[in-house]
């Protein structure tokens, strides 16, 4: 039986791989900020949860988020995303655990027009972009035993995201307007959860980054469109472009990932990001 450490436990991917933990015959702790059991960004904390656990895996599910704030509250978003991360990577490899860490799309320009690979020059445009592109950059640094999973658009029944907001304002007002000039993949953090897993259990070993989404592409406008199709909800939904709803935090508009790396490594078929939404929407509903 394997230990496994999920940091960030009371977030969104991090409840959903508890969900899906059942089918796996390993030992999961659960740990998160808000109740004080551990802080990344807490060197000296982190240090001793490795140390006494003796965790065979961590999977790090804490991050700042709030793509948004970031752009004014950049210390916090360093504090976890970069200096949270090179800790974890210290502590992995000092005590031998490997460490499965969750990064994004958002560490891409969005200047190509076709998916991009793990192999592909990062530009981030926006702190919170920059911030985990550093975190990256740490745990490449400071272990040799680590996936980097990149993924994109990430959504849930738990939490926080554009499903359960679209879903909240669907039923509140009769039209919205939603930008189409941004491209990328909706990923249902169950699945990703999935395969964080599978990472473990077929022990693979061939380290370093990793793109995941569901299969397909859409915008903003498609996903809100689709979600109200499949929940039965009906409001008019406007296509407009980015310049027309300004946000503090520049986005990339194209940032759709290549996902063949993954799916040889671990030869597995990828749902498409609608079938995902479909069954998201049925545990709401």
Known sequence: ?????????????????????????????????????????????????????????CINCAAYTHVDNAEK?????????????????????KHGTMLLHISTDFVFNGIKRVPYTEEDIEEPLSVYGSTKLLGEKEIKNNTFKYFIIRTSWLYSEYG??????????????????????????????KDLA???????VKENTDYGIYNYSNEGTASWYDFAT??????????????????????????????VLDKAKIKEALKIEIPNWKDSLLKACKTLN
């Open 1 to 57: 039986m394997k230990k496994i450490l999920v940091t960030g436990g009371d977030g969104q991917l991090a409840r959903c791989i508890k969900d899906v933990s059942s089918k796996y015959a390993e030992d999961f702790t659960f740990v998160y900020r808000n109740s004080l059991e551990l802080n990344i960004a807490d060197e000296e904390a982190v240090s001793k949860e490795l140390e006494y656990g003796t965790y065979d895996y």
């Open 73 to 93: 509250e950049k210390e916090k978003a360093i504090s976890v995303n970069h200096i949270g991360s090179k800790y974890l990577a210290i502590a992995c490899k």
């Open 160 to 189: 926080h995201n554009f499903m359960k907001s679209m879903l909240k304002l669907g039923k509140e007002k009769e039209e919205l307007s939603v930008v189409n000039d941004q491209i990328g993949t909706p990923t249902y953090a």
């Open 194 to 200: 999935e395969v964080l897993l599978l990472f473990i």
């Open 226 to 255: 689709a979600i109200f199709e499949i929940s039965n909800i009906s409001v008019k939904v406007h296509p407009i472009p980015s310049k027309e709803y300004p946000l503090p935090a520049q986005r990339p508009n194209f940032s």
